[in-house]
């Protein structure tokens, strides 16, 4: 990762540390309290509300002990299928990205004129 897209990274982890240190202080737990209720160790959340990497897991489970994990549902929105998509998988649900379509060996080169052989 460079250095033009870490100082706005840390800056949101800032502030999303602070937030939930106000939350946990809003319901008057402590660090310990707060821990407890997630099934977390006290050390995850103070590295969490110090703005420090943890798991995503651990992150979920502190949001779900603070009553938090609606507002999740606004951070990645469900993604509608649209219609065209819907037909072509006759209501399967896609599992897998085709990626990049490459230039397949046994497809024709490009179009010519007949006589310009």
Known sequence: MGQ??????????????????????????????????????????????????????????????????AGLDRLIPDVPESPIQQLERSGRTRKRATGRRKHRPDAPGPWSWADDS
């Open 4 to 69: 033009a897209s870490e100082k706005p990274l840390k800056h949101r982890l800032d502030v999303l540390s602070r937030r939930l240190v106000q939350h946990r202080l809003n319901r008057n737990l402590t660090q310990v309290e707060l821990a407890r209720e997630a099934g977390v160790s006290r050390r995850t959340l103070a590295r969490l509300e110090s703005g420090e990497s943890t798991q995503l897991d651990s992150f979920l489970r502190i949001l779900g002990a603070l009553g938090l994990e």
